[in-house]
């Protein structure tokens, strides 16, 4: 079955850069998209085909992708940016997935 | 405003069945294709289910192909999941969500399913 791995927990200081990487054997071929899910909260895309940014969204959020990995960054992160993070792509037969997540702490 | 609505959650034996429903509003429902999208105690979000703006071609995860079905009534504006012989597995969070070029565009704030003898 297919897999988006993600590391488990990214940590960063307030104001400084976090970056959440997102890895797949598609993703050369598959666009990925970023989203942020608070506690209690709907889920909210923050990025959508590798790099671009839904109006509304933040400047300090950007996403990039190379090869078999994507990358969400955060530039210069709040307080309030600390969520749980989930890639979402499709395989090589077009099947959604969503990576198997990031918690991002911001302290 | 968009809004989606989900419901239809609650405590339920296994093997028995639950139909859950999303109501749309604020947006032509007849436009989009719709998402099913579930979250488990402790766990990941996992996507369920897509169904087309007209209802004819739906996909599923692996992981509930046979057992869930997705359908929609573009009339009554709503989304529909039916999950049949439910299992311990299918205690979870699940959410609506609009299908839009950028992405999951729009989610309900979702239902929950506890599956619990």
């Known amino acids: 079955s297919y897999e988006l791995t993600q590391p488990p927990s990214v940590s960063v200081s307030p104001g400084q850069t976090a970056r959440i990487t997102c890895s797949g054997d598609a993703l050369p071929k598959k666009y990925a998209y970023w989203y942020q899910h608070k506690s209690g909260q709907a889920p909210v895309v923050v990025i959508y085909e590798d790099n671009k940014r839904p109006s509304g969204i933040p400047e300090r959020f950007s996403g990039s992708s190379s090869g078999t990995m994507a990358t969400l960054t955060i530039s210069g992160a709040h307080v309030e940016d600390e969520a749980d993070y989930y890639c979402?792509?499709?395989?090589?037969?077009?099947?959604?997935?969503f990576g198997t997540g990031t918690k991002v702490i911001v302290l | 405003q968009v809004q989606l609505v989900e419901s239809g959650g609650g405590v339920v034996q296994p093997g028995k069945s639950l139909r859950l429903s999303c109501a749309a509003s604020?947006?032509?429902?007849?436009?989009?294709?719709m998402h099913w999208v579930r979250q488990a105690p402790g766990k990941g979000l996992e996507w369920v289910a897509v169904?087309?703006?007209?209802?004819?071609?739906?996909f599923y995860a692996d992981s509930v192909k046979g057992r869930l079905t997705i359908s929609r009534d573009n009339s009554k504006n709503t989304l529909y999941l039916q999950i049949n012989t439910l299992r311990e597995e299918d205690t979870a969070m699940y959410y609506c969500?609009?299908?839009?070029?950028?992405?999951?565009?729009?989610w309900g704030q979702g239902t929950t399913v506890t599956v619990s003898s």
């Open positions: 169904i087309s703006t007209d209802g004819n071609k739906k």
């Open positions: 969500a609009r299908e839009h070029p950028h992405g999951m565009d729009e």
């Open positions: 604020g947006f032509t429902f007849k436009s989009y294709g």
């Open positions: 979402y792509s499709t395989d090589s037969s077009d099947n959604p997935h």
